[in-house]
């Protein structure tokens, strides 16, 4: 019998497809964005506090060394508009910054939870008073379709790294429909993590105190508790490996034994040999090529990088 909480889940009848396909197909895959339910997203936060996690500390660093050329880069008279917003906590520094160039600034942030724009709301509206904040509700498609309705030069931030979680033909498809809303003078911020040594990457996709993997396993979780499966936790482990030549970090949840697994409300009866993985998630490395060639492709130009002095991520300025 479904219980609410199930129903929650698989009302959203397109993501209990996504799982059934991904479960049925050769290797198994699960949607990446399983991974953001409540216990989820607090696994996330503590991720980015992580010692081993250096991106979010790092981009966070680049942004407060550098917004005043940033925003000088950027142009006069700005309006500020952020892709996948959602609390918009590093984005404070930009706007601090922006509002010592100009008296009042208009800032849009963009995410699909209402929650996180709330609290974006609350925390902007009492540190900055001459901020007018208009929140959008939306996914990347409705978040680019909102773009082309805002009037103004345009600051248009991608931060955040997640850009490297599209296979990157997919991120030239979401740079070029943002370039297609925007106009002469407008500039897009894009952050990526670059390509490095494994000796670095591998430990901030598995931590020693194991929060990462905790992450991963939660989507197993998930499907416990909200489709009645059975999978049994300590039967899989957190596997994350470097790509090389792909230039990614692959993570997977991988079976320690031959087992069955049961999903009720997908009526779907799974077996697992030794070792067989279900991946969950990429997350490409960029190297300036490749930042280079994706922004040409989008019909943009690089006009500027910023980054830590061990180039370990990339702040990036193009312009249309
Ligand atoms: N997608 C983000 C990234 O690539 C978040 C993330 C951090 C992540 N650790 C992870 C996603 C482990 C899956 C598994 O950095």
Not at 35 to 55: K, M, R, V
Not at 131 to 143: E, F, K, M, Q, S
Not at 187 to 214: C, E, H, N, R, V
Not at 216 to 228: G, H, S, V, Y
């Amino acid at each position: 019998m479904a219980t609410s909480k199930q129903l929650q889940f698989i009302a959203t009848d397109a993501m209990a497809l996504e799982v059934r396909e991904g479960l049925s197909a050769t290797p198994k895959r699960l949607p990446a964005k399983l991974f953001y339910d409540e216990i989820g997203s607090e696994l996330f936060e503590q991720i980015t506090e992580l010692p081993e996690y250096y991106l979010t500390r790092t981009e966070r660093y680049i942004l407060e060394r550098f917004a005043g050329e940033i925003l000088q880069q950027a142009g006069p008279s700005l309006t500020l508009v952020e892709l996948g917003a959602g609390t918009a906590s590093k984005t404070c520094v930009l706007i601090e910054e922006l509002l010592q160039r100009q008296s009042r600034a208009l800032f849009y942030p963009i995410d699909v939870s209402p929650s996180a724009l709330e609290e974006a709301m609350r925390q902007l509206g009492r540190q900055f008073p001459s901020l007018r904040v208009n929140p959008i509700v939306a996914d990347y498609t409705g978040g680019v379709a909102a773009l082309s309705r805002i009037s103004g030069r345009k600051l248009v931030l991608y931060i955040g790294s997640s850009i490297g979680n599209f296979e990157p033909q997919d991120a030239v498809r979401i740079l070029r429909r943002v370039r297609q809303t925007l106009r002469a003078g407008d500039a897009l911020l894009l952050g990526a993590d670059f390509a490095k040594s494994p000796k670095i990457l591998l430990p901030a996709y598995d931590d020693s105190q194991g929060i990462t993997a905790a992450f991963n396993k939660n989507i197993l979780a998930r499907l416990n508790r909200e489709l009645d499966a059975d999978f049994d936790l300590d039967r899989f482990r957190h596997v994350a490996l470097w790509n090389r030549s792909d230039s990614r970090m692959e993570i997977y949840l991988e079976s320690t034994a031959a087992q069955a697994v049961f999903v009720p409300a997908l009526d779907m009866d799974l077996s697992f040999e030794p070792r067989e993985r279900i991946h969950t998630e990429n997350s490409y490395k960029y190297t300036d090529e490749m930042i280079e060639s994706i922004l040409r492709l989008s019909g943009f130009t690089l006009a500027q990088t910023w980054c830590d002095r061990k180039r370990w991520f990339g702040v990036h300025l193009a312009r249309v």
